[in-house]
Structure formats: C-alpha cells, structure tokens
C-alpha cells in the first residue's frame, strides 16, 4: 500500500463549479498534513495546511479525519486559475520528512 | 520569488560527466532537502539536512553524493549517472527540521537533469 494515495484524476470542472479530492495515509502516527499545488514544470507551492478542526481559506476548505487517515481538498467557485496539480502530502515524523503523494490534476475549462 | 534558488534550471549531461545542482536559500532556515521528481511518480525525497548535518538518505545510490557547508548552501554532485535518474531535481528548505516540527517546506525551481 502507498503511503500517500490520491486519485490521479483528471478532473475536469467547469468554471465556478466545486470539486473535491481526497487523500488517504497509512501512517497513523502522522502529526501534520498539507495540501501543496504544483504548475506544470513548476516546483510545489504550499496551498494549505491540514488542522484537525478543519481549516478554510477562501475558496479553500481542507478536512482531516484521522480515525480513518482522510483528508480532503475542497474549491468552491474553480477559477481557470486554478488548473494545476494537487499534492497531499503527509508527515511521516523524525525529521519532518514529508511523504508525497503523486497529485490529483485539476483542468478548469471555460 | 528568490527565496529558495537552483542553479542550473537546465542540465543535459552524459553518463561519464560529473556535475553538480546547487541550491541556496535566503530564509534563513536550517533544515534543506533534497527530492527527486520522475515523471508521472510523486516526489522522492533523498536527503535531509539540519543545521549542516545529514539526518537522512533515503536509499540514494552513491553515484548521487550531497555536500551542505552551511545552513545556507546544499549541493547534489553527480557522477557516472545512469537515463533512468533523468528528473526534475528539487531542493527545499525549511525552518527546523527538528522531529516532531511541523514546518512548511519551501521548494527552489528545479534542475531539470537529462542523462544521455
């Protein structure tokens, strides 16, 4: 089993539509979670952290639920902008060594 | 944003050839890593690195040997590498890498390394 396991996708939206991904783990001594965004032929960039509580940022509400290591990626009103991949990626612990998966891709269209 | 750069951004090189990837961070951080990115694979990460000292190699082969003389700097020499090890090689720093931390990782750019 992987330790980090998304669906590939692609999921492609309309704009304004709400799309959703989620994310499974294996490691349940996993302390911090994060949901990164990558452009093609660019490096990842942190979207957002994952807190317990759940966490919004704008149009971007993340979940955690770690009874059954989930954790999911919600975009309300997709913008063309928001056409990349996304990564969750998890703390394996020891040295922040942080375990990727391989991303979901996101193609909004017009 | 300069905060973490890699030199060079583009690489092609033979099999016999040494190289080196650098990467250097203005952030003040002391933890850098070093990932590899093969096509359609998620990231592998291959080295840690906390305040100089290497707290991490995850299995690389030897023919990939990293060098970190300060909180500042990391290099990744390459020798005698092998088209299968063609990637897009990330380095990244972060605050602390201390256990335990939860510290958001910020990645360079990339050298996008092609082994004829």
């Known amino acids: 089993r992987k330790e980090v396991e998304q669906d590939p996708g692609p999921f492609n939206v309309p704009e304004g539509a709400t799309v959703a991904f989620n994310c499974t783990y294996s490691?349940?001594?996993?302390?911090?979670f994060f949901w990164y965004r990558q452009d093609c032929r660019k490096e990842p960039k942190l979207l957002m952290s994952?807190?317990?509580s759940g966490n919004e940022d704008g149009r971007f509400t993340a979940q955690l639920n770690r009874a059954s290591q989930y954790i999911s990626l919600l975009i309300r009103d997709s913008k063309l902008s928001d056409s990349a991949t996304y990564l969750c990626?998890?703390?394996?612990?020891?040295?922040?060594?942080?375990?990727f998966g391989a991303g979901t891709r996101l193609a909004v269209h017009p | 944003e300069t905060g973490v750069t890699q030199t060079p951004r583009h690489l092609v090189m033979g099999m016999t050839n040494k190289k080196s990837l650098k990467c250097e961070q203005h952030?003040?951080?002391?933890?850098m890593y070093w990932y590899k990115q093969s096509a359609k694979k998620p990231l592998e990460l291959m080295f840690v690195?906390?305040?100089?000292?290497?707290?991490e190699n995850n299995s690389v082969p030897s023919r990939f040997s990293p060098e970190c003389p300060n909180s500042s700097h990391l290099f990744l020499h390459l020798h005698t590498l092998q088209p299968e090890d063609s990637a897009l090689y990330l380095c990244?720093?972060?605050?602390?890498?201390?256990?335990?931390?939860?510290?958001?990782?910020?990645f360079g750019p990339g050298t996008r390394l092609t082994v004829l």
């Open positions: 952030l003040g951080h002391n933890a």
């Open positions: 490691n349940s001594a996993s302390q911090s």
């Open positions: 990244a720093s972060s605050p602390s890498g201390l256990a335990g931390s939860e510290d958001t990782q910020y």
């Open positions: 994952v807190y317990s």
């Open positions: 990626v998890v703390n394996s612990g020891g040295y922040n060594k942080l375990i």
């Open positions: 690195y906390n305040f100089k000292e290497q707290t």
